[in-house]
């Protein structure tokens, strides 16, 4: 029987072993994953004035809202990543100015789509807790309306900028997971999007924008 039994032993052992370390590379942060993402949105001016007519340094702040996409690797203990987001939010402003000389009297600025796509790269602090540092390209939009009683103006601009941050994901079970976010996005350059310009096509803005951003999601 002992010669029976040790064979067999030494058998199992060695097609478990490789089975167990298939299953901690595997781990439970590897594979596509899709996420929902609601937070705090802040967007402000990147420098001490926001123009050459206001030398204040203006902020807008709102919620934070979107869908991301991401692909994952679990090398046993480090996590590599892509990742994409489009998001919005509901950061806006209405102002009122009594008059400045090539000023528009009365408008709203307001946020509109936020594109990103970037990587991310994190360690596990534990099988089921993954800390990271992320970061890659993002595309935003503000949208500008103002009226001086005679003229109207209705303008979107496209900022490009980079987007870098960290965070921390949990892993609730094999297929499900929830983030806690922090991300700073800086643009430094805008266009008119798709209403061209005759003036100017491409100029320089310095634009900052904080977010701290609460996802759950779901890995295939």
């Known amino acids: 029987m002992r010669k029976i039994f040790l064979p067999l032993l ?35 001016a990147g420098s001490d004035s926001d123009s050459d007519i206001a030398n204040d340094d203006q902020s807008i702040d709102g919620l934070l809202y979107g869908v991301g996409v991401g692909y994952d690797f679990n090398a046993g203990g480090v996590v590599l990543g892509v990742e994409g987001e489009y998001s919005g939010s509901t950061a806006s402003v209405d102002y009122n100015n009594d008059g400045g000389v090539n000023t528009f009297g009365f408008g709203r600025v307001d946020t ?22 992320k970061g890659g390209y993002t595309n935003a939009q503000l949208n500008l309306q103002a009226n001086d009683g005679t003229t109207s103006l209705d303008r979107s601009y496209e900022l490009d900028g980079f987007r870098v941050g960290a965070g921390v994901e949990r892993a609730f079970t094999p297929n499900t997971f929830g983030k ?37 999601g779901y890995r295939f």
């Open 112 to 133: 509109g789509r936020d594109l990103y796509v970037g990587a991310r790269a994190g360690i596990l602090a534990n099988p089921q807790t993954l800390v990271y540092v």
């Open 10 to 44: 030494v058998t199992g052992s060695a097609i478990a072993a490789p089975a167990m370390a298939q299953s901690a590379i595997d781990g439970p942060f590897t594979g596509p994953r899709v996420e929902l993402t609601t937070g705090y949105d802040n967007v402000s």
């Open 180 to 216: 806690l976010e922090y991300r700073y996005s800086n643009y430094s350059s805008a266009d008119f999007g798709t209403d061209n310009s005759v003036l100017v096509d491409d100029f320089r803005v310095d634009t900052d924008r904080h977010q701290v951003a609460v996802s759950v």
